[in-house]
Nanobody, 123 residues
Framework: QVHLVESGGGLVQAGGSLRLSCAAS????????MAWFRQAPEKERDFVAA????????NYADSVKGRFTVSRDNAKNTVYLQMNSLKPEDTAVYFC????????????????WGQGTQVTVSS
């Protein structure tokens, strides 16, 4: 079993940047494909980005393409989400997730979840 902890969220002005981190413990992260999802109040949990176990394949939601970058450092057991050109509509709780299978784009595909970190973008 893997335990995930997100960090790096906060309040930022529109156009600004944040980098989220997802640190894993319990098992080596290199065994898992990873993803980021986000959930705004009273909305469903939406896919943001995913990365395969080795880091050479990624997938992004259309709404974040060209602005967000997902990466991983398996030696540090950490996955990152670099978020640039942030918009107010990016405001949400961001979750990282892990799966032993391939990097899918829907929440049900992931077995392990972090507790989330709040990102708030002011206009």
């Amino acid at each position: 079993q893997v335990h995930l902890v997100e960090s790096g969220g906060g309040l930022v002005q529109a156009g600004g940047s944040l980098r989220l981190s997802c640190a894993a413990s319990g098992r080596t992260l290199s065994s898992y494909a990873m993803a980021w999802f986000r959930q705004a109040p009273e909305k469903e949990r939406d896919f943001v980005a995913a990365i395969n176990w080795s880091g050479d394949a990624t997938n992004y939601a259309d709404s974040v393409k060209g602005r967000f970058t997902v990466s991983r450092d398996n030696a540090k057991n950490t996955v990152y989400l670099q978020m640039n050109s942030l918009k107010p509509e990016d405001t949400a709780v961001y979750f990282c997730a892990a799966t032993i299978y391939s990097h899918r784009t829907y929440p049900a595909a992931y077995e392990y979840w972090g507790q989330g970190t709040q990102v708030t973008v002011s206009s």
